[in-house]
C-alpha cells in the first residue's frame, strides 16, 4: 500500500426493492461513490444495481460480484464452502485494490447489509483494514408486514427470524415455539416449509408475500399457494396474535391439549408445550402453575384450587365444545402425577368422548433433579407418590417394599406437606430394612426455581423436618454411588451395569 489514504468502504442498504424505499443518506453515497460493486448471479441480472439505477451518475466504475454457483452442487475440491469461501476472498481482492488506490468503494445490499446480506462477507474480510461504515436499509420483513397490513409484534410478543433451510423437524420446532415469525429463504424450501407450519399448527394464521414492494408483488394466504410458483424473494409471515379473533365453533372445532411446563419457568418448556400455550384461547389450572404461563392479550386463563382436577377437567372439555382451544396446564410432566388421567378419565365418558384430547409432555421433576445431582437413574428405577390422599398408607408401603427389595432406586413424589408430616419418616424406616445406612439419599427442592437447593444425605440421616411438598427425593439402589471430585462437589451416579446375581 502507497502514502495515499485508503478509499472508505460503504456497505449500503437498499431497501426492499422500490427505489423511493432507498434511504437519503444510502441514495447521496451512491451518487457519490468513485466505485459502485454488487453481487449478480451468473446470467449477469443485478436486482441491487436494478434498484440503485436511479441514483448512479453514469460515469462510475462498477464492480460486478459474480457468484460461481447458486446450488450447492460443485466439482470446487473444497466442495461448496470452499467455492464460496474462494469466491469471496477473490472479490474482496478485487474491492481492496480501489481502496488502496484512494477510491470509495459502495457495495449494494439489497434489504439491510448486514441481515442475511452478501455485502457482510465484505465486511468480515476488509472492515478490519479500510475506514467503514453500514448504511441500513430497510428489511424485507418490515416490507411483509407493511404488503400484508398486520402488525408483526405487539406488546410483549417476540418476533422470530428463521431460515427455510433448516432441517424440517427444526422448522417445525421454533415455528410451534414462536409467538410471530418470518420464514425467509423460501424457493425450492416452500414445500418443507409449508409442512413445518401445518405440523406445528400455524398453517392457518400464515402468510405469504413476494417480490415485497417490486414489480410482481403478491400476497395471499400461504396455504393456498402452489408450491411450483414460489420464488426465492418471497417469505413466510406469522403476524402478531393480538386482537387476532378467535370466535367459538359449536359444531365442536375446539380441543384439550394437557401441557406439562416442567418443574419450573421457562427454562423447561419445550417448543411443543411453548406453542400449544401460546395457540391456546383458553388456559386451565392450579393457580400456582398459571403463575408460570405469560399473559398474552385475548387469551382467558381460568384459574382454581389445586384440590378440584376432576372439575377442572370437566370444565376444559366443555370449553372445548364450544369450540375452544384449551390449554390445561400441569407441572412437571402432565402424565406423571398430574392432570393428563384427570382430563382423561373425564374425555372417556359422555358427553365428552367426542373432544379431541392430547398430551404435550413436559420434563419431570426427577429427571430434572437427578439431572442436578449426577446420574442417580442411571439404571433402572420406580416412581412412587408418598401421598395417601388418593391410595391407602399400605398400599404405598406394599410399593416400597417390592422396589427395595428388588433393589431399584426410587424417586419419591409428593413426600410431605402440612397436613402429611409422617410418611417421610415411615418410607425411610422401611427401606432400611432392605438398604444400607449410608444409601445415597438426594434431597432436591424447588429444582429450576429461585429458591433451588439439592443436596444429598445417607439414608439412616434423612430428617423428615427438611423435606416438604417441594422437596422430591431420590434414594439410591445398593450400587448407587456418591463421589467428591476434585472440585469440591459430590456426584451421584448409579452404574449401568448391574452385578451378576
Not at 195 to 204: C, I, M, T, V
Not at 286 to 307: E, M
Not at 431 to 436: D, I, Q, T, V
Request: charged content about 25%; aromatic content about 6%.
Amino acid at each position: 500500500m502507497t502514502d495515499r489514504q485508503a478509499g472508505r468502504l460503504y456497505g449500503v442498504g437498499l431497501g426492499p426493492g422500490d427505489p423511493e424505499l432507498v434511504t437519503v443518506k444510502a441514495a447521496a453515497l451512491i451518487a457519490k461513490a468513485d466505485v459502485v460493486a454488487y453481487h449478480s448471479a451468473r446470467h449477469g441480472r443485478s436486482i441491487a444495481r436494478s434498484i440503485a439505477e436511479p441514483y448512479l451518475r453514469g460515469d462510475q466504475l462498477e464492480e460486478q460480484l459474480v457468484y460461481p454457483l447458486t446450488v450447492e452442487s460443485t466439482d470446487h475440491p473444497g466442495g461448496y464452502r470452499g467455492a464460496l469461501d474462494e469466491f469471496y476472498e477473490e472479490a474482496a481482492a478485487r474491492l481492496a485494490a480501489h481502496l488502496d488506490a484512494g477510491r470509495d468503494v459502495v457495495v449494494l445490499a439489497e434489504g439491510d447489509p448486514l441481515f442475511y446480506g452478501s455485502y457482510q462477507h465484505m465486511h468480515k474480510r476488509l472492515a478490519h483494514r479500510y475506514p467503514t461504515e453500514v448504511v441500513p436499509g430497510v428489511t424485507s420483513v418490515s416490507a411483509a408486514a407493511a404488503r400484508l397490513g398486520r402488525p408483526l409484534v405487539e406488546a410483549e410478543e417476540v418476533l422470530t427470524i428463521i431460515p427455510g433451510t433448516l432441517p424440517e423437524e427444526e422448522l417445525t420446532a421454533r415455528l410451534a415455539a414462536a409467538d410471530s415469525a418470518v420464514v425467509m429463504k423460501l424457493g425450492r424450501t416452500f414445500p418443507t416449509v409449508r409442512r413445518a407450519l401445518e405440523r406445528a399448527g400455524r398453517l392457518a394464521d400464515a402468510q405469504y408475500v413476494e417480490r415485497a414492494t417490486m414489480p410482481g408483488e403478491r400476497t395471499a394466504p400461504l396455504a393456498e399457494v402452489d408450491p411450483a410458483s414460489v420464488p426465492y424473494f418471497s417469505v413466510a409471515v406469522l403476524p402478531s396474535r393480538i386482537d387476532r379473533t378467535v370466535p367459538e365453533h359449536p359444531d365442536g372445532e375446539g380441543e384439550v391439549v394437557v401441557v406439562g411446563t416442567g418443574p419450573a419457568g421457562p427454562l423447561w418448556l419445550t417448543p411443543e408445550a411453548r406453542g400449544v400455550l401460546a395457540n391456546a384461547t383458553d388456559l386451565v389450572g392450579y393457580t400456582t402453575y398459571l403463575d408460570r404461563v405469560p399473559v398474552r392479550p385475548g387469551q382467558i386463563r381460568h384459574g382454581s384450587d389445586n384440590k378440584v382436577e376432576a372439575e377442572r377437567a370437566e370444565f376444559a372439555l366443555d370449553l372445548a365444545r364450544r369450540g375452544r382451544k384449551v390449554a390445561v396446564v400441569s407441572s412437571g410432566d402432565p402424565g406423571v402425577f398430574a392432570m393428563a388421567t384427570a382430563v382423561l378419565e373425564a374425555a372417556c365418558a359422555e358427553p365428552y368422548r367426542s373432544v379431541p384430547v392430547r398430551i404435550a409432555p413436559g420434563m419431570t421433576a426427577a429427571h430434572a433433579a437427578a439431572s442436578r445431582a449426577g446420574a442417580p437413574l442411571g439404571h433402572d428405577y420406580a416412581v412412587v407418590s408418598l401421598s395417601d390422599r388418593l391410595k391407602p398408607w399400605e398400599v404405598v408401603a406394599q410399593r416400597l417394599r417390592a422396589a427395595a427389595a428388588a433393589d431399584l432406586v426410587l424417586a419419591l413424589y409428593n413426600p410431605g406437606s402440612r397436613s402429611r408430616t409422617t410418611q417421610v419418616g415411615l418410607a425411610r424406616d422401611l427401606l432400611l430394612e432392605h438398604r444400607a445406612p449410608d444409601t445415597p439419599v438426594v434431597l432436591a427442592r424447588d429444582v429450576g426455581g429461585p429458591t433451588e437447593r439439592v443436596r444429598t444425605v445417607r439414608l439412616a440421616e434423612l430428617d423428615p423436618a427438611e423435606v416438604d411438598m417441594r422437596t422430591i427425593l431420590l434414594v439410591g439402589s445398593s450400587q448407587t454411588q456418591a463421589v467428591a471430585r476434585d472440585n469440591g462437589t459430590e456426584v451421584v451416579w448409579t452404574p449401568r451395569r448391574y452385578p451378576p446375581v
